[in-house]
């Protein structure tokens, strides 16, 4: 591994890596909220939000699937050193996948878990450009008080893709990452059209 590829991670590794890993947390715990995250270098192509969450959340035990864009010999030579995580080529043996909005359209392979273990599905970690801007939908369930409308500019074909893959409790969480900010969708959240859907 060449030194020049490697990049600056977390100013402080333990406090930053728990400070991130609170508010990934906190996004899934209230879905469809804005957490901002702690200042970090971006890691082109990475944003910073997604740099720092592979930061936090990867490690010697977690696998990790790149889409091609992301799959560079930067990010590769950077998680190699500061996560350890084995980077994997097949989507099903995924733990992580990072991905951009062209894969959303196309969610086959990841993982949903099992019957028995459900919390061994693939967590989705997707960088967009912005966490807003989208078709409003409205999203309902744990951690959510009645609605909330949510704007995420992702292709309408993401969330066929999402309702195919979602046998609760089997299902694919995601966190969306923009900039230094990130939204939680975890797999216990209804997405409906709009408010009247809803009820």
């Not at 990867?58 to 500061?82: C, I, K, S």
């Not at 209804?190 to 809803?198: K, L, Q």
Request: glycine share 6%.
């Amino acid at each position: 591994m060449s030194a020049d590829l490697l990049h600056p991670a977390f100013d402080d590794q333990v406090l930053d890596s728990q400070r991130v890993f609170r508010a990934a947390l906190k996004a899934l715990a209230e879905p469809g909220l804005t957490q901002p995250l702690i200042p970090v270098q971006a890691l082109e192509p990475l944003a910073p939000a997604s740099y720092a969450l592979c930061l936090s959340l990867l490690d010697g035990d977690t696998r990790l699937w790149l889409a091609p864009a992301f799959d560079t010999p930067m990010v590769r030579a950077n998680l190699a050193f500061h996560c350890g995580c084995p980077i994997v080529a097949e989507r099903e043996s995924a733990d992580f996948a990072l991905l951009g909005v062209q894969e959303l359209v196309d969610l086959s392979g990841f993982c949903t878990g099992s019957e028995r273990f459900p919390d061994q599905s693939c967590t989705l970690l997707v960088q967009l450009d912005a966490l807003e801007g989208g078709a409003a939908l409205s999203w309902s369930g744990p951690g959510i008080l009645g609605q909330r409308e949510v704007s995420l500019p992702v292709p309408a074909a993401f969330w066929q893709q999402r309702a195919a893959r979602n046998d609760f409790p089997r299902g694919l969480d995601l966190f969306f990452a923009a900039d230094l900010s990130l939204i939680g969708l975890p797999r216990s959240t209804r997405i409906a059209a709009s408010i009247e859907e809803v009820a």
